[in-house]
């Protein structure tokens, strides 16, 4: 019985550390930087089951306020090759293993 308590307690320090978003890579202006991670977080935590809402919640979030064509992949295990426009892009890593790509082309 001891274990599984045990294994419990290791799992939800694990979720706690791995709560917070970790920018693998941007090239975003600080501000824009700050606001789309934010949202991202946002996104992530109102759609925690729904990848696909959330990605749709940042697409128009990110066209109204920075203009149209943006896209966003959210997901775990993928890669990605993508022909952005300069300082508009943003991968990041939210609850350890969930990656979020934002980018803007036109």
Do not use: Q
Request: aromatic letters at 10%.
């Amino acid at each position: 019985m001891a274990g599984t308590g045990e294994g419990k307690k290791e799992e939800a320090d694990y979720k706690r550390l791995h709560n917070f978003p970790l920018i693998r890579h941007t090239d975003m202006p600080d501000e824009m930087r700050i606001e789309t991670m934010e949202l991202c977080v946002s996104a992530c935590e109102t759609f925690a089951t729904n990848n696909e809402s959330a990605a749709k919640m940042i697409k128009e979030h990110m066209d109204k306020k920075f203009g149209s064509s943006w896209h966003v992949v959210i997901g775990e295990s993928f890669g990605f090759e993508v022909t952005h426009e300069l300082k508009n892009l943003l991968y990041m890593f939210f609850g350890g293993s969930l990656a979020v790509c934002v980018w803007k082309c036109s």
